[in-house]
C-alpha cells in the first residue's frame, strides 16, 4: 500500500485488512489456541526463539481477553487510518489535516498500554516499550539517553569547528536513473538477492518481509544529495540480509520476527556506519561511485572522498542525518513519544515541542511540519 496501491483502492484495501484483523482475532480468542500458546510457554525445553514467539501470541490472547472485540478492531482500523493519511497529508504539509487520525491513534495507544501494563511498570510508556524489547524501561534508558545527549551537544561545536578546516567538497546533482544504477551496484556488493527481493520507491525508506524467498525494500531518492538515498539503501538492504539468511525452520515456525526491533536494528546499522561510513569501505564506494554516477570519483582523494561521506551538518531530516547526530534525532523522537503515551503532551502540542528540541539540541530551526513533526 505504501508504494503501488491507487489512492482509489486505500479505503477498500484497509477494510480488507480490517477483515483479516478479525479472523486473527477470532484464532486469538479460541480457547484451544489459548491452550496450546500456554503449553508452549509451559515447556521445560522452550528455546529463546520459542519463548518470544509465545510472548508475542500471549500479547494478542491478553489483550483481548482485556479489551472487547469490537474496539480492538477499532483501534486496529485506527493505526492503519492514520499511516494512510499521514502519507496524504505529509505531502502537502497539512497537519491539523492529519490530526484528527492521529489523535484517534494515540488515544487507542494509551488504552492499550494501560491495560498492558505488567507489575514493575512505572508508566504505560513501559508497556509500549515492552512489545518490542521486552524488559526495557524508560527510566533505563532516561539513565542512557541522557550522557549520550549531553557528550553530543559538546562534541558537535568542536566537530564543526575542525571540520571547517578543511575545503568541502561540491555535492553535485545526480539523475535518479543515475542513483538508482548505483544503489543496485550498492545491493549487489551487499550480496542482497534481488532473485528473493525488490527495491522501490517510498516516501519512507523500510523493509518488509514476506517470506524467506520475498524481502522487499524501498528507498527515496534526492536529486540535489545522491548520499541521502545510498545510504538508506545500504541500511534497508542490512534489514533485509537478516531475513534473507534465516534458517527456513525459522520460517516454518514463525520464528523469523522472535529477534527484538534492537537487535533487528543492529544489523542494518552495521551495514551503514560500521562498514559503509569506516575508512576501510571508501576506496570500494568510490570505484562504485565511479562506475554508476560519475567518473570524476575516480580522480577524487581519498580522504577528501571520506570527508564528504562523513560531513556533519545538523538537519531537521533523521534520515538524512550525519553519524554523529542521528542519535539526538532519536533521543528527540523518544522524548516527545514518551510523554505523549504518558499524557504528559498533546497531539496538538507536538509541533512546537518538536521545533524547540530540535533548536536546544541540534541548532536547527524546523521550516514546517513536514520537515518536522510529520
Known amino acids: 500500500m505504501a508504494t503501488a496501491c491507487p489512492e482509489e483502492a486505500i479505503e477498500s484495501q484497509s477494510e480488507l485488512i480490517n477483515e483479516q484483523d478479525a479472523e486473527a482475532a477470532k484464532i486469538f480468542s479460541s480457547p484451544d489456541f489459548i491452550s496450546k500458546v500456554e503449553a508452549l510457554t509451559n515447556l521445560p525445553s522452550i528455546s529463546k526463539e520459542e519463548k518470544r514467539l509465545a510472548d508475542s501470541l500471549s500479547f494478542n490472547i491478553t489483550l483481548l ?23 496524504k497529508f505529509k505531502e502537502t504539509n497539512q497537519f491539523s489535516e492529519w490530526l484528527p487520525y492521529w489523535k484517534e491513534c494515540i488515544a487507542y495507544a494509551r488504552k492499550i498500554d494501560k491495560l498492558m501494563m505488567k507489575e ?17 524501561r524508560s527510566k533505563d534508558l532516561d539513565r542512557i539517553f541522557e550522557p549520550i545527549k549531553d557528550c553530543i551537544k ?3 561545536p568542536m566537530v564543526l569547528e575542525k571540520q571547517s578546516r578543511f575545503p568541502k567538497s561540491e555535492i553535485k546533482p545526480y539523475s535518479i536513473d543515475k542513483q538508482r544504477q548505483l544503489a543496485y551496484a550498492i ?17 519512507h525508506p523500510f523493509t518488509t518481509d514476506i517470506s524467506q524467498n520475498d524481502t522487499r525494500i524501498t528507498t527515496n531518492y534526492s536529486v540535489s544529495d545522491w548520499r541521502n538515498a545510498l545510504y538508506s539503501e ?3 538492504a542490512g534489514h533485509a540480509l537478516e531475513f534473507q539468511n534465516k534458517l527456513q525452520e525459522m520460517y516454518d515456525n514463525y520464528l523469523e520476527s522472535a529477534n527484538t526491533a534492537g537487535i533487528c536494528e543492529t544489523h542494518s546499522r552495521l551495514y551503514e556506519n560500521i562498514i559503509g561510513r569506516s575508512l576501510e569501505f571508501m576506496p570500494t564506494l568510490k570505484k562504485l561511485c565511479a562506475e554508476n554516477l560519475d567518473p570524476s570519483f575516480k580522480e577524487m582523494d581519498i580522504m577528501d572522498f571520506y570527508r564528504l561521506i562523513n560531513y556533519v551538518e545538523p538537519i531537521a531530516n533523521r534520515c538524512d542525518s550525519d553519524e554523529l547526530t542521528y542519535s539526538l534525532h532519536i533521543i528527540i523522537r523518544y522524548e516527545i513519544e514518551r510523554d505523549l503515551i504518558n499524557g504528559l503532551i498533546e497531539c496538538e502540542d507536538v509541533p512546537v515541542i518538536w521545533k524547540n528540541k530540535y533548536k536546544e539540541y541540534l541548532g536547527v530551526d524546523v521550516p514546517n511540519d513536514r520537515e518536522g513533526c510529520m
Open 65 to 87: 481477553k482485556k479489551m472487547p472485540l469490537e474496539e480492538y478492531l477499532k483501534a486496529r482500523k485506527a493505526f492503519s487510518k492514520s499511516n494512510e493519511m499521514w502519507r
Open 120 to 136: 514493575g511498570m512505572e508508566s504505560p510508556y513501559d508497556s509500549a516499550l515492552d512489545m518490542y524489547e521486552p524488559g526495557e
Open 154 to 156: 559538546t562534541l558537535l
Open 187 to 203: 545491493l549487489s556488493w551487499e550480496k542482497y538477492d534481488l532473485s528473493k527481493g525488490c527495491m522501490r520507491e517510498s516516501m
Open 234 to 236: 545500504i541500511h534497508e
